[in-house]
Nanobody, 128 residues
Framework: QVQLVESGGGLVQAGGSLRLACAAS????????MGWFRQTPGKEREFVAA????????DYTDSVKGRFTISRDNAKNTVYLQMNSLKPEDTAVYYC?????????????????????WGQGTQVTVSS
């Protein structure tokens, strides 16, 4: 079992930056790929970024490439999402998720169904 708690959301002006953090508890947390998803009212939860359990591989949705960076510190069981050059369309509730499989080889998953554990979400609002 893995428990996830997100933090770092808030209100920022367009062009600004925020860093989200996801603290994971549970003895298997450091061996699971981690992902960030986001959701706005009336829309499906969408993939944002993911990182493999070792931190070697990352993946991003096209709209955030070059602006967002995902990283992890396994010693602290924490995953980060550095968000730069924020745009109003980045406004959403951001969720952290942990892979259902441990020590997955290859790239981290980018589909919701591959993640079994979810945090409660943190609101990010970007004003124009």
């Amino acid at each position: 079992q893995v428990q996830l708690v997100e933090s770092g959301g808030g209100l920022v002006q367009a062009g600004g930056s925020l860093r989200l953090a996801c603290a994971a508890s549970g003895r298997t947390a450091s061996r699971a790929a981690m992902g960030w998803f986001r959701q706005t009212p009336g829309k499906e939860r969408e993939f944002v970024a993911a990182i493999s359990w070792s931190g070697t591989n990352t993946d991003y949705t096209d709209s955030v490439k070059g602006r967002f960076t995902i990283s992890r510190d396994n010693a602290k069981n924490t995953v980060y999402l550095q968000m730069n050059s924020l745009k109003p369309e980045d406004t959403a509730v951001y969720y952290c998720a942990a892979d259902r499989r441990l020590v997955r080889l290859g790239p981290p998953p980018s589909t919701r169904g591959e993640y079994d554990y979810w945090g409660q979400g943190t609101q990010v609002t970007v004003s124009s």
